[in-house]
């Protein structure tokens, strides 16, 4: 499968929550050498620093609600103006409503395609309760799926992994509820741009792979 000239691709990854954005977004931004963007992660990041954002976030993030869309707009605006995405970038987790992606429009950002990853809600479920992640560099795994070499620590850095605080049973729930309400009217939305790649996210991690590149290649 090749790729030539096709390297400078700005990607949106859409799914559920736990559908699997966060880990081929990183697959992809590896291959591609563009990086991969996740709203989530710069908010987690804002939290632990207890910036102003983070203040703001933090109670919408532990709730398992959106946080507002002209905070999240002005993160990703911030972001995209740096100087590594003018090759390209993968957005894991943004747009997530109608109105972000209206921004993204907006801010006169041509989207290539939009990589929907399809998964069932109880598949959703064992894969939130069974993530780990590394607090350092943020590297995710799963107890079963995607296990680290010695089960304990991050392959990458060594740092003892963790759950992510709102991969709780509750969370998990209103998570799915939010991303049923106002995330998944983005599936129409990008069908009816005509980019929209339609990925069945229940597969292996690696199936799930070949399907995006292949899909990516067409
Ligand atoms: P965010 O961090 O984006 O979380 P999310 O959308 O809930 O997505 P996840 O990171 O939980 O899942 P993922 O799809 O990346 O799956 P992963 O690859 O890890 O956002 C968190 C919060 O921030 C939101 O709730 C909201 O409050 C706020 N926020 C963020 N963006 C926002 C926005 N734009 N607007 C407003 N608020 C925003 O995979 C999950 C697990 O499954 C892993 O363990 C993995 O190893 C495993 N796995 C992956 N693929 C497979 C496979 N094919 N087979 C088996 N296991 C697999």
Redesign the pocket.
Known sequence: MTFEGEYNMKLI?L????????????ILSEKFGIPSI???????GAIKNETPTGKL?KG??D???????Q??IGI?KERLSEPDCKGGFIL??????IP?AEALYAMGIEIDKVVD?E?DDD??IK??S????CPVCGA???????PTKDGKTCDKCHAQLVT?K??NPE?IKS?LD??HSQ?EPLIEFYKGKGNLLEID????????TEDILKALSD
Do not use: C
């Not at 799914?15 to 990183?26: D, I, N, S, V, Y």
């Not at 894991?92 to 409503?97: A, Q, S, V």
């Not at 995710?140 to 995607?146: F, G, K, L």
């Open positions: 990854m799914g559920a929550p736990g559908a699997g954005k966060g880990t081929q977004a990183q996740s709203t989530g992660a710069i908010i987690r976030a919408y993030i709730k398992g609600e959106l946080v507002p869309d905070v999240v990703i894991d987790g943004f747009p997530r409503t972000q990853i998964v598949q959703i894969r939130l069974g993530r780990r992640e995710t795994y799963h107890i079963e799926n995607n992510r709102d991969d969370t998570r939010v991303y995330t996210g229940g597969k292996t991690l690696s199936e799930a």
